[in-house]
């Protein structure tokens, strides 16, 4: 074991490559956090962390006033709380049994060990553990901090109630912090399907800050990433902490300052529907939770979130494996599709350099529609008579992998599951049920139900030999049974269950989660499976926003983005295939429209921007993520660095008359170290110059008549030439300057045309 922990009297040191903390058993025995921050040396003398005692301030309920006159636990920097003993504001538990409401957890003893996987949730690998045990001797009930500690430089936490009589826990966080407050931003995202990941923030105020999901998923409303950014801090510089949860369901995460400027911070399951019964052998535990601090700025913080994640959550079989280059037929041909279609998009994905051909919905029962068949796991004949191992076959005969689409979690009632099981479906047995997107859930809880779904996918993925799977999840939950509490919780801990066991039969597939999108993206679901679809926003300004914000906390190993049709289907805003690929080129690529419409000219764009991208495939997947501008700055700029190879996603918001003069911000490269420059090179199809294309034709084109449109088919013109050479150190410094954007005055080699919402990709190779 390393010595990340260090046991002191009377305290603890936590130390990593970027962060220490510091806890302290205060006088009524307590643990508070006494320092969480950037890197000290781990000292045996801490007096000087630690608070002065002071006069408690007048109207509060004094805790014990023999051990400590003046402590009141509503103002001290507690590792978790409960109501009734002084503390007025949130609490991070809530337990009662028949007596009484009332539980005091005072510091008994401690553990230091290698940290080991949380029963039935899923955890990080590896790492090292403290435990502080905490003991409620009138109650018989024991209170357990987790603390795990991983060298990146993240804090692991949760907790775990045990009692010997019966008591019911009515909410449970995983951690409470209590920080002074450094003038902080509170960012975190909201959202919704097509539209996951907005970015909000709030400067603090003393008015109580809450957020999470009650949908039963962790969500497109509110991931539960969110960040505490000090007031000074910038993208590369200053203080942030990060926050973030490994759990896929409903949860809550709070931030409360008090009148003396302490901010209390927790995160865990969502209260909503929440009630858990812990007896004697029956302990509760939360999940985990994962906090980082970096003084770094926000760059800072998603280095170290991504190494863990890449290191200690993703599964580990294809954890540093390049992702392939895919393609999905979804917005191609929605179900609206047969043997003979797919065979020829995906003789055409092949002939573009794609290397896995996903089918996704709408080829068992009888799935025309989203309103049947759903639980049903037979082929659907009349699209595909070879059956799906047929075509698998065919298609790994062309050399391409083959993956398929599944929502193993939802039943259709027009299925024949439905119809011999109807007890199955999610359903309080009183009220008729609600359908969401025509469907209904299956009972994950129950174990009859989780065994008929590994059956079938086992069954599935071996005889087809499948090699992805893509698992999606299309509807909140509703109705739920009563009975015993905490259903929502049960229902999530059915489903690790069944993903460990597809996981175990089938360590080597691919897997990608799907939630219409990105309404299950979390670390919870990244345990088990290698990449998520970050939104069914195709859209390329709305994509570059989305992804943008959610690489502050997710690897782009695990971000899944399509190049969709020019026109989005989401928006019908239309950008061109070169704008698409310039911002789905930081993550994992794939392509997601009709091939068989494309023209001439768009399959040589296809083909270049697959070979670039196989060309910088491991700095796109892997390398280290600095977002340098987001939306409100005008253009949103992400680079991805890693072993001398670098890109530099850049996409304009508005275009405007009066362009500045534009530097391109970067971060991560080597000083000393020559790197050459470039644009990917783009093409201007004729038609976006409209009239103004006749100033350089020898000839009258109508705009949008027939003859532009026929030539535009086959011919493109070359957008501005970019290429140089510059130090690390330059660049670092942001002294990269851009050609001039179009200002309607002329277009000459090195101007821009971006126009609303165009993008660009800035390639570097050190030399
Ligand atoms: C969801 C997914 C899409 C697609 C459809 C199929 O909306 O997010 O990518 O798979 O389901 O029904």
Redesign the pocket.
């Known amino acids: 074991m390393g010595n990340m922990i260090k046991a002191i009297e009377h305290a603890f040191w936590l130390g990593t490559e970027q962060c220490s903390y510091l806890i302290h058993i205060n006088k009524a025995g307590k643990p508070v956090c006494a320092y969480f921050g950037a890197k000290v040396p781990l000292t045996e003398d801490i007096s000087a962390f630690l608070e002065k005692d002071g006069p408690s301030n007048g109207r509060r309920v004094i805790y014990d006033k023999e051990k400590d006159p003046n402590c009141s636990l509503d103002d001290i920097a507690a590792e978790f709380s409960l109501p009734h003993k002084g503390d007025q504001h949130n609490p991070s538990l809530l337990l009662e049994n028949s007596d009484s409401f009332v539980f005091d957890f005072v510091y008994e003893s401690y553990e230091i060990k290698e940290a080991g996987p949380v029963e039935g949730l899923p955890s990080p690998r590896g790492g090292e553990e403290l435990v502080l045990i905490l003991r409620d001797q009138r109650m018989e009930a024991e209170l357990d901090l987790h603390y795990l500690v991983y060298e990146e430089g993240v804090i692991g936490r949760y907790v775990e109630i045990k009692s010997s009589k019966k008591i019911l826990c009515r909410k449970a966080m995983s951690y409470q912090l209590v920080l002074p407050n450094e003038n902080f931003i509170l960012e975190s995202s909201y959202g919704n399907w097509a539209g996951e990941f907005q970015k909000d923030e709030a400067k603090l105020t003393h008015m109580g800050y809450f957020f999470g999901s009650n949908t039963f998923a962790s969500g497109d409303n509110h991931n539960p990433l969110f960040f505490l950014k000090s007031g000074d801090s910038s993208a590369e510089h200053g203080s942030v902490y990060g926050f973030n949860l490994i759990y896929s369901g409903s949860h809550r995460e709070e931030v409360e300052v008090n009148s003396f400027s302490r901010v209390r911070v927790s995160a865990g399951l969502s209260p909503q529907h929440f009630a858990w019964e812990i007896d004697k052998g029956k302990p509760f535990v939360t999940p985990v939770a994962i906090l980082a601090y970096s003084d770094k700025g926000m760059n800072g913080v998603t280095a170290i979130f991504h190494s863990f994640i890449r290191g200690r959550v993703i599964p580990e079989a294809h954890r540093q494996d390049l992702r392939p280059v895919l393609y999905n037929n ?1 917005e191609g041909t929605y179900m609206k599709f047969n043997e003979g279609k797919i065979l020829s998009l995906a003789r055409k994905a092949k002939k573009l350099g794609i290397e896995l051909f996903v089918l ?2 709408g080829w068992f029962g009888h799935r025309d529609a ?1 309103n049947s068949s759903l639980g049903d796991y037979t082929v659907y004949k009349k699209k595909l008579p070879g059956g799906i191992s047929g075509l698998s076959k065919k298609i790994h005969k062309m050399g391409m992998l083959f993956g398929l ?1 599944f929502e193993p979690e939802a039943v259709s009632v027009d299925s024949d599951l439905y119809r011999a099981h109807p007890d199955w479906a999610i359903s309080d047995g009183i009220h008729p049920n609600s359908e969401g997107r025509n469907q209904l859930l299956l009972n994950l809880t129950k174990p009859e139900v989780r065994d008929y779904l590994f059956e079938h996918l086992h069954r599935i993925i071996s005889e087809a030999k499948l090699d992805f799977i ?1 698992w ?1 999840q ?1 509807r909140p939950l509703s109705d739920i049974p009563g009975g015993e509490g905490g259903f929502v919780h049960r229902y999530i801990l059915g489903l690790y269950e069944l993903l460990s066991r597809v996981r175990e039969a089938h360590p080597d597939l691919w897997m990608e989660n ?1 939630a ?2 990105g309404g299950r993206n979390d670390l919870g679901m990244f345990s088990y499976f290698d990449t998520g ?1 970050v939104s ?1 926003d195709t859209d390329s300004f709305e994509r570059a926003s989305i992804q943008a914000n959610m690489i502050k906390g997710y690897p782009a190993c695990v971000m899944s983005n399509h190049v969709a049709a020019k026109t989005s289907h989401q928006l019908l805003r239309k950008t061109s295939l070169g704008t698409k690929f310039d911002v789905a080129s930081i993550g994992v690529l794939g392509y997601e429209l009709n091939l068989n419409d494309l023209d001439p000219i768009d399959k040589k764009e296809l083909a270049a921007q697959i070979e670039t991208y196989k060309k910088y495939r491991a700095a796109a997947q892997f390398g280290e993520v600095h977002v340098l501008a987001e939306k409100e700055d005008g253009r949103i700029i992400v680079s991805s660095i890693k072993d001398g190879q670098a890109l530099a996603s850049y996409c304009n918001v508005l275009q405007t008359p009066h362009p500045a003069m534009e530097k391109l911000p970067l971060a991560g490269f080597e000083a000393g170290k020559t790197y050459e420059f470039s644009v990917r090179p783009e093409k201007y199809d004729p038609r976006r110059f409209g009239s103004l294309i006749n100033m350089i034709l020898p000839f009258h084109v109508k705009e949008e008549g027939k003859l532009v449109n026929v030539v535009s088919r086959h011919y493109a013109m070359d957008a501005e030439k970019f290429s140089g050479t510059m130090d690390g150190e330059a660049l670092n410094a942001g002294a990269l300057t851009l050609g001039p954007q179009w200002a309607g005055t002329g277009l000459g080699e090195n101007v821009r045309v971006l126009g609303d919402f165009g993008a660009r990709l800035y390639l570097f190779d050190a030399k």
């Open positions: 979804w996704d919905d989203d689409w893509k999606d299309n799907c219409s999108g679809w069914d």
